[in-house]
Every structure is written in C-alpha cells, then in structure tokens.
C-alpha cells in the first residue's frame, strides 16, 4: 500500500525520497512506519523536510508539520547544546569540577569528576544502585539527593557506562545553578520559534503523536548490576510514559517533544557554531563539546563508544553516515538526530513505531545513507 508522502525534497536527493517512501512499505524486520518525519539542513538552511503517515495507531490522525513526537533520549543532544551553551558565556568549564558549583554532589567520593566526565557519561551514576519506586522520577529533589548521596558503580573517569535517565536530571541541576534557569527555559528563551519542548505544556498535548512501543526488548550484551540498575529496575525509568505528568516534567535526557525539522535546525549550532546567522559557540567551544573524551566498550550499551560531552561520536559506529567528525544522538525507538561539520549538514529522523535497535535503526540509516549520496 502506498503512502502520500508530503514537505520539500530537491531532484538531487530522490534516493531520500524514494527511502522514506519504502520505510512505509518495506522496511525490514516489519518495521514498516505509521508516522514519521525526515528532515536535513545543509550550510544552515533546510533542504529536506519529509512527513507522511498518521499521527494515532488507527490511522485517523493525519501526521502534519504541527506533530510533535517524543524523541525520548535523542533530546540528549539537545541537552548536551545547552550546556555548551553556558560554557561559552563562561559560567563553568568541561574541566571544572562539577562540586565546585554544586557541592553537594561531590558526596560519596564523587568530589573530583570534571563536567565534561559528567556528561560523556563517565560519573557511574547511570542508575540508583538500590532499587526504586519509579515514582521518585516525579520528586527531583528526591532523585537528586538519592544521586548526591550515591557511590559511583565504577571508578569515575576510567570508563564510560550510558546513563539513560539520570544524566537528564544531573545536567539540568547543574545548569540550573550556573544559570539561573531550567534547561526546559532557556530552550524557549534562547532559540525561540523552535517546535522544541522540554518540558511541555498542556496546552500542546494534543499535537502529541502516540507511539508504539518496539516488539522486543534492546539486546544490552550480557546482564550485570550497572546495567540492571541503568535499564531493567522497575525504577529505573520514569513510570507513566505518556501521561500528561509525565509530558509536562522537565527531563533533558528522555522526554523532549518535538519535530524533525527543528531538531535538525537547532543541531546547526554544532555544525558550525551559528544558529539562523548568530553566533551561539565559539570554534574552541565547540571544539571542547565535540571532541573525543573517552573510548572504548561502554559499561551501560554493548557497544565500543567513542563520547564527546553530550554526544556520541561516529567514530567506529558510523551509524550517521562517512563523517568522522560527526556526532549525534539516539532515542528509544529509533529516533535521532546528527551534525556532520565536515560536510556543513545536521538532519534528524523521528517516527512512531519504535524499534528495538539502540543505536542505528535501519530505517534512520537508510535515510542517512542516501542523503550522504546526493551531497
């Protein structure tokens, strides 16, 4: 059956075209879209922006350019942005320790772990190490002092181990410090007129696609405490996914709601510093949030990873695209979002049929692939 594909997509990029169109009617493992939305901006100015499908499982709600859909732990690229961000207006360092501005967290031998190990997901805190009520998502006081107070899984700095959920509210605490505002407002604040929420009001939940959850559970490698305490706790996630609470609560790292279009927009800033010809980073802050702070095999995704302070490097992964330059995110489902400094590109890829892949679904790729081919 075919789909009515909708948006703007130059001759020169027919292959991406012609991709988005088979992920609806021959994508593999029957991962076949309901909705989703493809978007790519090259040199600052969008060149594809794609949609089709609908918005509800049944089919009756058209996906338009107004739908938003929760990108859940790819807004951990936007996350990491804005902590850039107040690097670059000179209110912490990468190489400050984050106790200098919140001492509380350095509780628990946790007194020397550097910003930029905290976001490249180096601190061993990717979960509570005794198991929660997942309620206390819901009290960020309460998970932040749990936090505060916890040992690290593993000796900070020696290894990186993905942090889901708590890194979210970690980096927005220390923000909030620094900055005086919420992660969730200076978002609003600073790059106005983006379709990008964290943290979204009520007034817009119904815009909100709704998701279908993958067939199967992510493969994690062999199970261990770190992992356990990351993924498979009852507590270990937010309880309520998808209920108005959950929406309307500020978690950077997991529930962003958005459009493909203006996550590919906002992910120009780490093209080349600028975002619609101002200049939001520095070359040499833009330099420390992208470069390489550790790698090898993560001790949270059974993956070799190379991280920068907030993003996942392509390197040994290449999952988007050639680019060893570039970096990017995913989210639970598969969706993500990219920035290629080398070819002056950003794109993003959002749906709602998730999948079980972690890192790389087959259907973001393939849309990658041929957007790479057209450039």
């Known amino acids: 059956m075919s789909v009515e594909i909708q948006g703007v997509c130059p001759p020169e990029h027919q292959a991406v075209r012609d991709a988005f169109a ?5 994508a593999p493992e029957g991962l076949n879209e309901v909705g989703a939305r493809f978007s790519a901006t090259q040199d600052g100015e969008v060149i594809i922006d794609l949609w089709a499908g ?3 499982a049944a089919g009756t709600v058209p996906f338009t350019p107004k739908t938003l859909v929760p990108v859940f ?3 951990k690229a936007v996350m990491a942005l804005l902590m850039a961000t107040a690097v670059e207006r000179g209110l912490l360092s990468f190489e400050d320790t984050v106790a200098r501005h919140w001492p509380d ?4 031998g946790k007194d020397r772990i550097t910003v930029g190990q905290l976001m490249s997901h180096q601190s061993g805190l990717p979960g509570f190490s005794e198991a929660v009520d997942p309620a206390i998502w819901f009290d960020p006081p309460a998970v932040l002092g749990r936090l505060c107070a916890q040992e690290p899984m593993w000796e900070p700095g020696t290894a990186s181990g993905y ?4 890194i979210g509210y970690l980096a927005n605490e220390l923000f909030r410090r620094v900055d005086g505002r919420t992660m969730g407002q200076a978002l609003r604040q600073d790059f106005p007129g983006l379709d990008l929420w964290i943290g979204l009001p009520e007034s817009e939940h119904g815009r909100v696609a709704q998701m279908k959850k993958p067939a199967r559970a992510p493969d994690l490698g062999t199970i261990d405490a770190i992992k356990t305490a990351a993924f498979l706790d009852r507590g270990s996630a ?4 998808g209920s108005a609470e959950w929406r309307m609560m500020e978690i950077p790292s997991a529930n962003l709601h958005g459009t493909a279009r203006d996550l590919a927009r906002i992910m120009t800033v780490v093209v080349d510093g600028r975002f619609e010809g101002r200049s939001v980073l520095s070359p040499e802050t833009l330099t420390a949030l992208t ?3 550790v790698r090898g095999q993560d001790r949270v995704l059974p993956f070799v990873m190379s991280w920068a302070a907030g993003y996942t ?6 999952v988007f695209g050639p680019g060893q330059q570039t970096v990017g995110h995913y989210g639970w489902g598969g969706s993500c979002a990219f920035a290629d400094p080398e070819r002056r590109l950003s794109g993003s890829y959002v749906m709602t049929r998730q999948s079980p892949y972690l890192i790389g679904d087959p259907r973001a790729t393939a849309l990658i692939e041929a957007l790479y081919a057209g450039v």
Request: positive net charge.
């Open 22 to 26: 088979r992920n609806f009617t021959e």
């Open 54 to 56: 609908s918005a509800d």
């Open 73 to 75: 732990s790819t807004g």
């Open 105 to 108: 967290f350095g509780q628990a």
């Open 163 to 166: 942090h889901p959920v708590t």
């Open 238 to 241: 937010p309880g309520g996914r």
């Open 291 to 293: 470069r390489e702070r």
């Open 313 to 318: 490097r392509n390197v040994g992964l290449d």
